[in-house]
């Protein structure tokens, strides 16, 4: 009788721990949001980085106009709320809301569903201090631009009050920038920092010593995100394309002549590879200048490569031809397998952006095209 009793004693903690195991842990969101009605639905998304794509985890039908609430499971991460017209189709790509989830808890949100946007959102990370804080900070951002917008749609703009709004504007821009760093290192084991730290930063060769110094902040639970993982790999991208760094080759399709072209095909050259956009009001202004350096030292020795970036191929190739550009040109958006999106592989954060490699393959110079004469000066001193 005792060796029953054990036996069952054991199966019954064993389906605990398994019940246990396999409940759905959720988070519930309640929302109150102007144009939404009876029969809306709103859907929550989050990316799937097995498919490449976001995905629908869950949506739900609205019972009361400008009321929804919706469960989904346990994330840490950010997640898109779609609200959707009665009749209307989703498409996952286009207007929704962000809402971070940190763990499970409970989040209301108050906003417009046309927008979409979120005017309020309580719950978890949105309640601490620093997060209310720069929430009020954007929402005055947000009166500036619209107040300086309609100065300047007026016949007879105020010059001096929209310089004062953007200097009010610069002011609270930079208070943000320091709460940024505040919450990263407040609440080091989020992933929301390490979402934060992604989000809030565009790493630069001017600010990578402070990125890096607030990655190494995070704490174990964050460090394993995806996010913090993409912050990594952007530090180490730009750190090994700055100069002194060996230039990471690459293999992309040369549009002006149809074949594949390698930047290693370029050893023993000194190369320019400016990478740039038709879409770029500095770099279109900057092409011109270029177009004469080319021609004044290519005959010496000077091959340049454009790389396309983040640009759609008819206006790029429409760029080309109007601003009768005479260089190699590759799109870094064409993907080849792998190897990395080569602007993100070289920590591009803006453009234009210039990088000279020497003819063993180090980088010698990176910055703006306005620097590149002065370095062509250098390295070809006989040509006059």
């Excluded at 990316?47 to 985890?57: E, G, I, N, Q």
């Excluded at 260089?327 to 602007?343: C, F, L, R, T």
């Excluded at 070289?346 to 234009?352: D, M, N, R, S």
């Amino acid at each position: 009788m005792k060796k029953v009793l054990k036996w069952t004693f054991l199966v019954f903690i064993v389906l605990c721990a398994f019940f246990s195991l396999t409940q759905v842990r959720e988070n519930t969101i309640t929302g109150n949001m102007e144009n939404l009605t009876a029969g809306d639905k709103v859907y929550v998304t989050s990316y799937h980085a097995s498919k490449k794509a976001w995905v629908v985890d869950d949506s739900t039908i609205v019972e009361k106009d400008g009321e929804f609430a919706i469960s989904t499971t346990d994330k840490n991460e950010i997640i898109h709320l779609h609200f959707v017209k009665t009749g209307d189709s989703l498409d996952v790509t286009k207007s929704y809301a962000n809402l971070y989830l940190e763990n499970l808890g409970k989040y209301t949100v108050t906003g417009d569903a046309a927008l979409p946007s979120l005017d309020k959102i309580i719950g978890r990370v949105y309640n601490y201090p620093e997060m209310m804080e720069i929430d009020s900070l954007k929402d005055r951002m947000d009166d500036i631009y619209e107040q300086y917008r309609n100065i300047r749609k007026s016949d007879s703009p105020d010059t001096a009050s929209m310089r004062a709004l953007m200097e009010e504007y610069n002011d609270i821009e930079e208070k943000c920038n320091g709460l940024y760093k505040v919450v990263i290192t407040n609440y080091p084991d989020d992933t929301h920092s390490a979402y934060f730290l992604k989000n809030s930063y565009i790493i630069t060769p001017e600010n990578i010593s402070e990125v890096d110094s607030l990655y190494n902040t995070l704490g174990e639970n964050a460090i394993k995100s995806s996010y913090a993982r993409d912050v990594k790999k952007n530090i180490d991208n730009l750190s090994s394309s700055l100069v002194g760094g060996e230039a990471a080759d690459f293999a992309l399709t040369d549009i002006t002549t149809g074949d594949t072209l390698r930047l290693s095909d370029k050893r023993g050259s000194i190369t320019l590879v400016e990478f740039w956009a038709s879409w770029c009001p500095p770099c279109r202004a900057s092409n011109p200048h270029l177009v004469e350096l080319y021609k004044k030292y290519h005959p010496a020795g000077l091959e340049v490569i454009g790389v396309a970036t983040s640009d759609k191929e008819e206006n790029w190739k429409k760029a080309i031809e109007d601003d009768g550009l005479l260089w190699h040109q590759v799109n870094s958006s064409e993907e080849v397998k792998g190897q990395d999106n080569i602007a993100k592989r070289y920590g591009v954060a803006y453009i234009p952006t210039s990088i000279i490699v020497d003819k063993e393959g180090k980088i010698i110079y990176r910055g703006e095209p306005d620097g590149v004469e002065e370095m062509l000066k250098s390295l070809f001193p006989d040509v006059k």
